[in-house]
């Protein structure tokens, strides 16, 4: 089969070309691309004309050192990605019939979901794509140069059969059988991971290693064995050039303690030891002196059902020292915030441990974080390692601006927000609201709390993860109508949490609906707290008429009455959500997850996808990433790095391709 052996101008030609623009361009455009039920946008990257030429040629290089890793995401999400996007891309380039041809729209349509679902499945949903175009037509284009294994990929590409989903949750099946995902070989049950992983656990030991996390289990006559991901090991020459990028980037570290860092990352992709994960955990942890910092591993396990293995990702980034003053107050009285909770006093946390909080900008994401990308994290996720040494923190604010920019002016308000002043209320006050919604819930909610001796932190199981999102988010709710926020400073109006309230609840009820399908359930952790959060409180409020659901012409509203009583009933359940997380109560927590957080309102949701089609606002965001370029003088030496704009959506992936292809497509 033939590689992607085109040159970039030709990859350019291929592609509509797009506006140069700058960061510091009025007219910087957000939006870059759209298809199916994705909104591609972009984001500036403000500040980085500002760091050192030290600082930013270490941005340079763990940039390099996320790019590197690319394949590897691609390959864990399903062992024929590899092969389906260089025979997707491939195609693609060799492209010379008219553009207008259905089959070839609908071809570029699913090319570009694929480079979105970093494989053949929705980064979402996890539901694999459908190609609307034909198999016929696609076995034309290809032709002669079909590789060795193209039936295989076409029955992948086309039955429906086939790895339906990339990851299944529905209780009582095996989990790992009927997931399409490669973090497991051809095979491997649910039982047998399940008893291999508790013959290795000593319930005993209170610095547990992430068990699982950077390996793939296998069978190997009749008995499972993990592939380890390392240098040597499985994905080692994506690691091996990872690991080159980090060398030259521990030389432009800013301090000896970033250095050491950098250090233990390439000491751990080197031995695949999960104790060296741990030592690098703990040195990221304590690092709070350094402006630039990163992501750069196996990190979050929502990709594995077993919720074991890391899927691979990088965010680089560097402090946003102004608005870091907005978190560094929440993170300074975040004693004040657990003594006055609304909780029984039995459940608080008498000593609230290393909660560092930052807003950062994020200079590049990759693997796991693109091009769908979370707004706010907190790690490391080794419970040992947070109680013992704490966590980081983060908003990423310029990825919340982007967002917020690309919104305006799409129609959703007029659509969907009340009346004119809720209009203006959350023009004014969602952006900054959002991103204190934002801070509390990292910084503050997901800490807060204990557990009362004894409790298996499991005991809330399949719902955990539901209803820990709820109890951060509920934190977060109730302190956001707190007089101590205008006091800090943190908010200049008492009533500028009413433009978050309006829009959490307008979110839970009713617009959030428009990502599900007619017919299914709500299924994400998030989004299933989100709707428990609201039901509960429109149901608890009715006696007061709190909130109400308003018909005008036809339309169904949501209308606040009484935004104090409101915070009362956030108050109310994050008490009840902190006892069943406290007692470990998971009967409780499965009865209000099965009442208020799952099953839809077929008219209501029916209502929402209507209304929104008229929008065509895309469900789903997600991102290109800004081009850094190293300027060199005469003789060779480094004077700047460039940050640049301009590649548009499909351009930045083919690049990507050609340019970061590590393992055997
Ligand atoms: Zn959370």
């Given at each position: 089969?033939?590689?992607?052996?085109?040159?970039?101008?030709?990859?350019?030609?291929?592609?509509?070309?797009?506006?140069?623009?700058?960061a510091n361009d009025d007219n910087f455009n957000y939006v870059v691309d759209r298809f199916a039920d994705i909104e591609v946008l972009r984001y500036k990257v403000p500040g980085f004309e500002d760091l050192s030429l030290q600082q930013k040629q270490l941005v340079y290089h763990l940039t390099e050192a996320a790019l590197a890793g690319r394949d590897i995401l691609w390959d864990q999400n399903g062992r024929y990605n590899l092969p389906i996007r260089d025979l997707l891309e491939t195609t693609f380039l060799n492209y010379t019939g008219s553009k207008k041809d259905p089959n070839y729209q609908a071809f570029e349509k699913y090319l570009k979901q694929v480079e979105f679902g970093n494989g053949i499945h929705h980064h979402y949903s996890t539901d694999k794509f459908v190609p609307e175009f034909s198999k016929e037509w696609f076995v034309a284009q290809v032709g002669d140069d079909a590789p060795a294994n193209f039936d295989e990929l076409l029955e992948v590409i086309f039955n429906p059969a086939v790895m339906p989903k990339?990851?299944?949750?529905?209780?009582?099946?095996?989990?790992?059988?009927?997931?399409?995902?490669?973090?497991?070989?051809?095979?491997?049950?649910?039982?047998?991971?399940?008893?291999?992983?508790?013959?290795?656990?000593?319930?005993?030991?209170?610095?547990?290693?992430?068990?699982?996390?950077?390996?793939?289990?296998?069978?190997?006559?009749?008995?499972?064995?993990?592939?380890?991901y390392k240098v040597g090991g499985l994905y080692s020459p994506a690691i091996e050039r990872i690991v080159a990028?980090?060398?030259?980037?521990?030389?432009?570290?800013?301090?000896?303690?970033?250095?050491?860092?950098?250090?233990?990352?390439?000491?751990?992709?080197?031995?695949?030891?999960?104790?060296?994960?741990?030592?690098?955990?703990?040195?990221?942890?304590?690092?709070?002196?350094?402006?630039?910092?990163?992501?750069?591993?196996?990190?979050?396990?929502?990709?594995?059902?077993?919720?074991?293995?890391?899927?691979?990702?990088?965010?680089?980034?560097?402090?946003?020292?102004?608005?870091?003053?907005?978190?560094?107050?929440?993170?300074?009285?975040a004693q004040w915030f657990e003594d006055h909770s609304p909780v029984d006093p039995r459940f608080r946390r008498e000593k609230v441990k290393g909660v560092s909080a930052k807003v950062i900008t994020a200079a590049i994401l990759a693997g796991d974080s693109y091009p769908a990308t979370p707004i706010g994290i907190n790690l490391p996720n080794a419970n040992w390692i947070r109680s013992s040494h704490g966590s980081k923190s983060v908003t990423i604010e310029n990825i919340t601006q982007a967002y917020d920019e690309a919104s305006h002016g799409n129609g959703f308000n007029e659509e969907f927000v009340i009346d004119q002043p809720t209009r203006d209320l959350l023009d004014k006050y969602l952006f900054i609201t959002d991103n204190l919604h934002t801070d509390l819930h990292e910084c503050l909610g997901h800490g807060s709390g204990q557990l009362l001796?004894?409790?298996?932190?499991?005991?809330?199981?399949?719902?955990?993860?539901?209803?820990?999102?709820?109890?951060?988010?509920?934190?977060?709710?109730?302190?956001?109508?707190?007089?101590?926020?205008?006091?800090?400073?943190?908010?200049?109006?008492?009533?500028?949490?009413?433009?978050?309230?309006?829009?959490?609840?307008?979110?839970?009820?009713?617009?959030?609906?428009?990502?599900?399908?007619?017919?299914?359930?709500?299924?994400?952790?998030?989004?299933?707290?989100?709707?428990?959060?609201?039901?509960?409180?429109?149901?608890?409020?009715?006696?007061?008429?709190?909130?109400?659901?308003?018909?005008?012409?036809?339309?169904?509203?949501?209308?606040?009455?009484?935004?104090?009583?409101?915070?009362?009933?956030?108050?109310?359940?994050?008490?009840?959500?902190?006892?069943?997380?406290?007692?470990?109560?998971?009967?409780?927590?499965?009865?209000?997850?099965?009442?208020?957080?799952?099953?839809?309102?077929?008219?209501?949701?029916?209502?929402?996808?209507?209304?929104?089609?008229?929008?065509?606002?895309?469900?789903?965001?997600?991102?290109?990433?800004?081009?850094?370029?190293?300027?060199?003088?005469?003789?060779?030496?480094?004077?700047?790095?460039?940050?640049?704009?301009?590649?548009?959506?499909?351009?930045?992936?083919?690049?990507?391709?050609?340019?970061?292809?590590?393992?055997?497509?």
């Open positions: 089969m033939k590689h992607n052996t085109l040159s970039y101008a030709i990859i350019a030609a291929a592609l509509t070309s797009s506006l140069t623009v700058q990339r990851v299944n949750q529905a209780a009582g099946e095996d989990l790992i059988l009927t997931s399409a995902n490669n973090l497991y070989g051809e095979g491997v049950t649910q039982p047998e991971v399940e008893a291999y992983f508790a013959a290795l656990k000593d319930p005993a030991d209170t610095t547990p290693i992430s068990y699982g996390r950077n390996s793939r289990i296998v069978k190997k006559d009749g008995k499972l064995v993990e592939e380890v990028n980090l060398e030259k980037a521990a030389t432009f570290a800013e301090n000896d303690r970033q250095r050491q860092v950098i250090n233990t990352l390439i000491k751990y992709y080197r031995t695949g030891d999960l104790k060296d994960f741990d030592e690098y955990s703990i040195q990221w942890v304590e690092d709070l002196d350094s402006r630039v910092d990163f992501i750069n591993g196996f990190i979050e396990s929502y990709g594995d059902p077993l919720g074991m293995t890391g899927s691979w990702e990088s965010i680089v980034n560097f402090k946003n020292n102004e608005a870091s003053h907005r978190t560094e107050l929440i993170s300074d009285n001796p004894g409790v298996d932190p499991d005991a809330l199981r399949a719902h955990g993860s539901t209803l820990e999102e709820t109890r951060a988010d509920l934190f977060a709710l109730y302190y956001l109508a707190d007089p101590k926020l205008v006091e800090l400073g943190l908010l200049d109006n008492p009533e500028a949490y009413k433009a978050e309230y309006y829009k959490y609840i307008l979110n839970g009820l009713m617009t959030q609906l428009m990502r599900i399908e007619p017919g299914k359930d709500v299924e994400e952790a998030h989004m299933r707290n989100r709707k428990l959060i609201a039901e509960w409180v429109y149901e608890q409020g009715k006696p007061d008429n709190v909130i109400e659901l308003v018909n005008i012409d036809g339309k169904t509203f949501v209308k606040i009455n009484d935004y104090q009583a409101l915070r009362q009933l956030f108050g109310k359940l994050l008490a009840e959500i902190q006892r069943i997380k406290s007692e470990g109560d998971y009967q409780a927590g499965a009865d209000l997850v099965e009442k208020y957080a799952v099953k839809v309102d077929p008219k209501l949701h029916q209502e929402v996808l209507d209304r929104y089609s008229k929008l065509s606002i895309a469900p789903y965001k997600g991102f290109v990433n800004p081009v850094y370029t190293l300027v060199t003088d005469n003789d060779g030496n480094v004077t700047d790095v460039t940050v640049t704009y301009d590649e548009s959506y499909l351009q930045q992936h083919l690049r990507y391709s050609r340019d970061y292809s590590t393992l055997p497509q």
